[in-house]
């Protein structure tokens, strides 16, 4: 079950993407909902975020590693802005403590957490050229593959092409119009719909009841065999401590539980938060930044008393309508989404408590301020035999995209008080609040009491395990021993097995009465994940068309928020006298805390825009003649290409006030007349 | 020499303390010049920094690992607030890319920058009891020992009882009066001045002729061994490519020279730069944040034409004046500074050139900018024998401190074109700038000319290896060439050996005229790399005292700008009729962009106050029934603790300016009356 569990909640939220979910009809959704003039076009993006230096493959001059990718500029700053906005967000906002703990961690950490035992993957080999493929991946890709073949044999409408090249990319299986039987075709439908649920043994009875053998060479494979995500290396010149790369931030948290506790005062609630990169050695990496082996993660551990989770701000977010896929809707094998409040999600159970609706809302408040479209972001609930035993509830910000389909790129789970449990059984320290109670709380209970000197002498070193052993006797033990006692020696057990016959002079059980002035418990944690690179790539999907009248270059319309660059400054040429106003302007936006770049290339305005587009650069300013002569300047803007003109000093104002979300683009033209590319303004 | 390159630049940055260079006088300039009103007390300032949880020992509740460290709140947010200046102050300002590259790292990378050979560490183990010892630290700690012994034999003050205690906590050598002949003495102190010099067998042979053995045990200890400091894991499931994890972000770089290029349009120059963590395997780290195994970096590469290294913005800094230490000062046996502008620098060669100049001044503007004291900070030039022979010239910013004396915490070296060509050689990609000429280079030359199909047919398969070897020829073979073959056949000579009789039917030799219109080059990098943890320690070294009146309270004068809370806010107490007022200007300094945290904790306002002087917090506002009443709101400042009072609107708007840096705090007190604990403001 930890494998499960673990998948289930924290560990998971960089992982699973769920394409087996993926709606069918996902191409028309998209073309519905997305910006572009054109229908969605993958191939296009990618070029774009190739060519401008978004991200590219890391090494790819040592013929690249996969699931390795590095950020170029562009992507960088994306990055580095849409983590500002989470720290803004969340860590600001909710006055959280920020931590930043080691990657290398020593082995024990791992085991206890049981990283160690389970966090793996099950992989089958190859049995001729030795490939290695994961396996519910191999079971999903060929079951699938067999069941459009029936489809397409029954006549359905073939993939379409850009479909077909995408799976030929990522090396998926050919589909071959094959009809299959109404039972078989029933059962693939049955397999594929609980692919989750199965074990290793089980998924390799499955590859031999149903014949699947490596698609790529048609060769057989191997049984199923258990391999462990973590990067593993070393620690110190001898070797002696063996550590591994942390496969998520979030033990970082609970380990610094005690001084936390103790930054705040000894009170919970409070949240820890940290960005951070993790490590997965992933079987066999193909989806680009959805499934990579090394990863930018922000994670929060919300500490709850587990008695109560409400929130104080909960009414903030209330009325908040979410998109919800709840566990009940997809046990009845739907897919049907509910538009509900948060509020009344939290009423009618629907999410378990206030502070995990708090989160859910909060995240889909960031996800949407940094430009996620809202209609291709659900909340999906996890399932009942999906989710860890430990956890009472976990929903996943699930986003659209054409690589994942529906893919987790947030989770947020009750994980309940596992984590702290585990190193506090491990390392005998113990992670606990202790609070003061108002009303202390007295009780009646029997207890033993030993002659601990005459104990001693009877039982020599034997003396302490019999005292363990009544120390562990429940109510009914201590009542049977108490009649025992009353008629004569009681038999006492310890734990190694041995019996010792006790007199009633070492030892009387009675009722006595006490009080307890202090509660202790184990918090409660509740944790937003979100796989940072994950909501990236899903953004600049959201984010990308292409113009009707220039099909060959794209836009990418990222909000001025999360933008690489705020403001292109492209002054008419590179020739000196427009060197002053370029330098003005430049200094003048950069006081403003506005990040501008100038192209001063030798190219066309047009061209010079048209390359910022596709950087996503919201607004571009140019100086000319007339800027020179009148101390004009015009302003563009990119999604409508539009131009106004201005008074420099004014423009850069407006600028600052559109850059800082105060006034929209309507409001600006109110502020600046339409340049019709020809007059100057007094 | 490699080991000497690699560690005398960039990968050197974050390593060397060069503690043997210790001023005799530290302690005394200490007093000077630290703000303290007691003498600088390392115990007071390490317990503050762990009971308020700036950093502590990763892994705490196993037991630690040595040479790890987690950051906790104030921490996190000092090192993100030096990382957010780091940015605004190179990348914003320079207008350089920003990349994010992976840590985990294919071995071929790491094979041909020579660290997989090279980038290791000299260590030796107690023959008996096994344990570790880095090779070089033995030899200084053992002879350092034996001098300071010596001194104290010959009647010079005993080590200061603090400074002992600190030996004994880092396990260093205790120090033993006994009294050394000259000769021994003057052969111990020129061992130390060049140990950097010694090689691993070198160091064993001082080790057995001066009879060092491990002062722990007592014991001999074996021959130095080098040990590579990279941490090694392996990538995929069948473990078949090795990787270490980075020990500096700059090969990341490197490998993206030709995107990063084109990204600025084919031109140099222009710089990338990346914050990111990297790690050392470090033998036996103790030495706090100054030697980790993991920590974050922060480097520039600004990418040269090798042939003008001049820089647009030299002007710009030419009157900076720093403390220098340059090479022929040291070579010379002193370590007298001296203060020179970086123009008259750059002009009498002692640094090498206008953009190494530059980038000094303005790391030099960085240091000071965040808090670090000016007077405990010299730039220290690379001595000819330390630098790295590919090198044109490197220089240190080292910092003052009490564990690591003047530690380099910023290495700002020319690294010439090594890297880029390396690179180049191993995988075949050219890393080089192409430039198109204004006047083509015309130039007359010998040239081969091969009948190639009639040579095919003479030699096969060897073809195409004679070719090779003629394309090899230099000028005077070419020449000698021509002059064979006009008398018959001409023997050429393979790569593998061969030998073989080439007809002059098959081959001419002949001068023609070349035209070049482009040149290519590897450009120069000229790199900036900051420790971003030793940093953040001197910082905190050099912000840290204790006022008079209550010693056992310390107090962090860190600046606004860096300081994790610009602002406290202090209800009188957590009674519901303040919680308005907090609301309010909480949410006035959230949109004006301030970090602010309210203490509601139920203990005097006194204590909260001294408690948020240990975090550096640099103001405090008060919520008090005054407040209430006529809306008025004390400020204090932290360092003098002086108040001043007036309407909450406009405390608000000065604190604003303060810690945006438009006023100081004499200004403020020009807005704001004094504060004398009785009088409300109307």
């Given at each position: ?437 108002k009303d202390p709380i007295v009780e009646e209970r029997l207890a033993a009491d030993f002659d601990k000197k005459a104990l001693g002498k009877t039982f020599k070193g034997d003396a302490g395990k019999i005292q363990e052993a009544v120390a562990a006797y429940k109510e009914e033990e201590l009542e049977r021993l108490k009649g025992q006692l009353a008629q004569g020696p009681a038999t006492i057990r310890t734990v190694d097995g041995k019996e010792f016959s006790v007199e009633p002079t070492l030892l009387t059980v009675e009722r006595k009465t006490f009080k307890t002035s202090i509660r202790e418990f184990t918090p409660n944690v509740i944790e937003p994940s979100f796989g940072i690179g994950r909501i990236l790539y899903c953004l600049l999907e959201h984010s990308f068309w292409s113009r009707e009248e220039d099909v060959d270059r794209g836009v990418l319309s990222l909000p001025a928020l999360v933008a690489p660059t705020k403001v292109l400054i492209v002054p008419l040429s590179a020739k000196t006298e427009f060197e002053p106003l370029v330098k003005e302007v430049s200094t003048k936006l950069r006081q403003a805390g506005i990040h501008a770049r100038v192209d001063d290339s030798n190219t066309s305005i047009g061209r010079r ?74």
């Open positions: 079950m930890l494998k499960r569990a673990l998948q289930s909640t924290a560990i998971c939220t960089a992982r699973r993407t769920h394409p087996h979910r993926t709606l069918a009809s996902f191409a028309e959704e998209m073309a519905a909902v997305n910006k572009t003039a054109h229908a969605f076009d993958k191939t296009r993006l990618d070029a774009l975020l190739n060519r401008r230096f978004f991200y590219a493959p890391a090494f790819e001059i040592y013929g690249g590693v996969a699931g390795l990718y590095d950020y170029g500029p562009p992507g960088s700053s994306l990055q580095a802005n849409i983590i500002a906005e989470w720290r803004r967000h969340f860590i600001v906002e909710e006055a959280m403590y920020e931590l930043d703990t080691t990657i290398m961690t020593p082995a024990p950490v791992f085991e206890a957490s049981g990283h160690v035992a389970r966090f793996a993957d099950w992989m089958v080999k190859d049995t001729l050229n030795g490939e290695v493929l994961r396996a519910d991946h191999l079971v999903k890709n060929v079951l699938e593959a067999r069941i459009a073949g029936d489809k397409e044999a029954r006549g359905a409408a073939p993939v379409p092409e850009a479909d077909q090249k995408d799976k030929k990319k990522k090396k998926q299986v050919k589909t071959t119009a094959v009809k299959l039987e109404d039972a078989v075709l029933a059962e693939y439908e049955s397999i594929l719909a609980q692919l989750d649920n199965y074990s290793g043994p089980e998924l390799g009875q499955l590859m031999r009841t149903h014949n699947i053998t490596n698609p790529g060479s048609g060769n057989p494979v191997g049984e199923p065999q258990q391999f462990n995500l973590m990067f593993a290396s070393s620690i110190g010149p001898t070797g002696q401590h063996p550590g591994y790369l942390r496969p998520e931030t979030a033990q970082g948290h609970f380990l610094n539980f005690n001084r936390l506790l103790e930054f705040n005062n000894g009170r919970v609630p409070f949240a820890s938060a940290q960005v951070g990169r993790s490590f997965r050695n992933e079987i066999s990496p193909r989806a680009g930044l959805l499934r990579v082996r090394e990863f930018t993660m922000a994670e929060i551990e919300h500490f709850v008393d587990p008695e109560d989770k409400s929130h104080p701000r909960f009414k903030d977010v209330a009325d908040v309508e979410l998109v919800l896929l709840d566990k009940y809707t997809q046990a009845a094998g739907s897919t049907t989404t509910k538009v509900m409040t948060v509020g009344q999600a939290v009423k009618d159970g629907v999410i378990a408590n206030e502070t995990l609706g708090y989160f859910v809302a909060r995240i889909y408040a960031f996800l949407v301020r940094i430009g996620i479209d809202k209609k291709r972001l659900r909340f999906r609930q996890h399932m009942a035999n999906e989710m860890a035993h430990y956890a009472a509830d976990c929903w996943d910000a699930e986003i659209q995209n054409s690589v994942g389909g529906w893919t987790e790129c947030v989770g947020c789970a009750d994980r309940a008080a596992y984590d702290l449990s585990v190193h506090t059984v491990k390392t005998g320290t113990p992670l606990v609040v202790r609070q003061a109670l825009y048209a390359r910022n587009d596709e950087l996503g650069t919201p607004y571009g300013v140019t100086l000319d003649f007339a800027s020179v002569q009148n101390r004009t300047m015009t302003l563009r803007e990119r999604d409508t290409t539009k131009q106004r003109i201005g008074p420099i000093d004014e423009v850069i104002a407006v600028v600052e006030a559109l850059v800082n979300g105060r006034i929209d683009w309507e409001q600006a033209c109110e502020r600046l007349p339409a340049y019709d590319g020809t007059q100057a303004v007094e």
